[in-house]
């Protein structure tokens, strides 16, 4: 196979963001739909792809796509399809599924009858009747939608938000790829000031130091395709190496994260540093009312906390009522608050410039977005 179709998963409201990652890679044959962004490329983009997405959730191989409505349609076309050119013979190739709104809504049914395909293709190649499956992993995913069933195979292994850096977390953490989001999504540039005032284990301002420097996300971890044979290892030689290559180690950046948690304030800087940019971070214990400036222009990006838990919601939405005041003073900011709490505007004091529908894990939240003027250009 010379070429091959690959779906860049996304989280609800994200798939813009991830569709204009694929294109910045210099992809262009994209086709956007509700949690995924399929793309036609060379193998090669399964290595930059997992590397570089920083708003993706994982990247899968396409392995084909048609309607079902029977198991005897399933099992059939799914024979069709060429996995022996994708999957070696020792590999382990497990079956996961789901389905929604279709015919064929018997989940465990739909693994066991995809399993039993690809092993029927398998073994016309490799004339075996049984195989071992303890070389790589290949993890086939069986999705059903409206009846339509796409067969792909994961790449990543752990999802892209792991990237590597944070072990530990606080209780509430932000994925690392909506954090990434949140920042992409505020049009922060590496010579302007960012500051969270609620940074936690020190997702976003890390995000921010990434992007700052054009640090690629999945530079310091491994993907389960790494171990597969039908990649060559130079592939991945090459797309680590224009890892090293692009990034900008000199950029410098002004970024800062506090919060009034020592602990967590701790955490941060052993996060920032596993990620290689503690230098490039100032993490200080300060409560929300302290929080200042000299800094004529510059951006707050932040994830305060929603009062989901019973007893917190009144002290939360005081929390929010400060946060207007004392972000009110800095006139020549823009400001960028998520929050799920539906009365956050009023509570604020004042409606946002513009607000977009995202989600934080399970929970419906909405990203307020307040402009400041822009600072003059040099």
Not at 150 to 172: C, F, M, P, V
Request: with cysteine; glycine share 6%.
């Amino acid at each position: 196979m010379t070429g091959v179709d690959l779906i860049a998963t996304a989280t609800f409201g994200l798939e813009a963001l991830v569709a204009q990652e694929v294109k910045d890679l210099g992809y262009n044959r994209v086709t956007v739909e509700n949690g995924k962004i399929t793309f036609s490329a060379d193998w090669g983009a399964i290595c930059r792809a997992n590397l570089w997405l920083r708003t993706a959730d994982r990247v899968r191989l396409k392995v084909g796509e048609f309607k079902a409505t029977t198991f005897d349609e399933l099992f059939e076309q799914t024979k069709a399809l060429p996995w022996p050119e994708l999957i070696p013979g020792d590999a382990e190739f497990p079956v996961e599924g789901k389905s929604i709104k279709s015919t064929l809504f018997s989940v465990s049914d739909c693994q066991a009858i995809v399993k039993k395909a690809v092993v029927e293709s398998m073994k016309r190649k490799y004339k075996k009747e049984w195989f071992p499956e303890k070389g790589p992993l290949y993890k086939i995913e069986v999705a059903l939608l409206k009846d339509i069933a796409t067969l792909t195979i994961d790449t990543s292994g752990a999802g892209l938000h792991k990237r590597g850096y944070r072990e530990l977390s606080s209780q509430a953490p932000l994925k690392e790829t909506l954090a990434a989001a949140l920042i992409i999504l505020s049009r922060w540039r590496p010579d302007t000031v960012l500051m969270d005032p609620f940074c936690g284990s020190g997702t976003i301002p890390i995000e921010a130091a990434l992007i700052g420097q054009n640090i690629a996300p999945g530079m310091n971890r491994k993907f389960v395709s790494e171990s597969w044979p039908t990649i060559p290892k130079e592939l991945w030689r090459q797309a680590r190496k224009e890892t090293h290559d692009l990034a900008c180690y000199t950029q410098r950046l002004d970024i800062i994260g506090t919060d009034m948690d020592n602990k967590v304030i701790k955490l941060a800087r052993q996060n920032a540093n596993e990620a290689g940019v503690k230098e490039l971070i100032h993490f200080q214990r300060l409560p929300v009312a302290d929080v200042r400036s000299s800094k004529k222009y510059g951006k707050i990006i932040c994830n305060p906390p929603y009062g989901e838990r019973l007893g917190e919601r009144q002290e939360v939405e005081r929390l929010y009522s400060e946060m207007g005041q004392v972000f009110s003073r800095l006139d020549t900011w823009s400001f960028y608050i998520l929050s799920a709490h539906p009365q956050f505007e009023k509570l604020y004091g004042r409606p946002a410039t513009k607000k977009r529908k995202l989600y934080n894990g399970n929970i419906k939240v909405d990203y307020y977005q307040y402009f400041g003027p822009s600072p003059p250009r040099m």
